[in-house]
């Protein structure tokens, strides 16, 4: 007698977590955040422009204005914390272990994405405020400085892009708090 039973196989495809999407999209902006911040320290690093005086011909850089050095030191605090926060968000996604356990860690996340992300807003005013003004006052003097003040712009808007994705990132860390009844 033949035995004619049919062996079937379910193929079950399970959704990825919610926790593994938002350390996905938090990761994500991390990136972006690092890209936009390296991108607006070379821009602001290598803006310098020279015109000519009626004392001879000079140079202006970054590090003559107090505000442009000021806008530096808020990307290179963001940069050292979102490379420190990469490197977390990728060990938690390949590990699945988080480095920091329990409340602090999460607290950390959130609180340090607050801190940091008004810190690189507070830079990009300053460096907007410094633009602007500087500008209005080289232009009456009729010293043409539009390419030096340009940069400084594009500089300050990546600043502004990069508070704009830690932002959202501390949205998403905010999530990830523990719940307290």
């Known amino acids: 007698m ?15 977590s919610s926790s593994t999407v938002s350390r996905t999209v938090v990761l994500v902006l991390r ?5 936009f911040l390296l991108i607006a320290l070379i821009v602001i690093v290598l ?7 009626s004392d001879g011909e000079s140079e202006i850089k970054f590090k003559d204005i107090h505000a442009y050095r000021y806008m530096i030191s808020t990307i290179v605090i963001g940069f050292a914390y979102n490379l420190l926060q990469m490197a977390l968000s990728i060990f938690t996604l390949v590990s699945g272990n ?49 390419s030096f003040f340009g940069k400084a712009n594009a500089s300050a808007s990546l600043l502004l892009f990069g508070f704009i994705t830690t932002a959202i990132a501390s ?11």
């Open 31 to 35: 990136v972006l955040t690092f890209v």
């Open 47 to 53: 803006t310098k422009e020279t015109s000519e005086t």
């Open 98 to 146: 988080r480095v920091l356990n329990g409340d602090g860690g999460y607290k950390f996340d959130f609180f340090g994405d607050k801190i940091i992300s008004y810190f690189l807003l507070s830079g990009s005013a300053a460096g907007f405020g410094a633009s602007e003004d500087l500008h209005r006052f080289f232009k009456a003097a009729e010293l043409p400085l539009n």
């Open 171 to 181: 949205i998403f860390t905010s999530f990830a708090l523990p719940k307290k009844a």
């Open 2 to 16: 033949e035995n004619n039973t049919k062996t079937t196989t379910t193929t079950t495809t399970s959704a990825p």
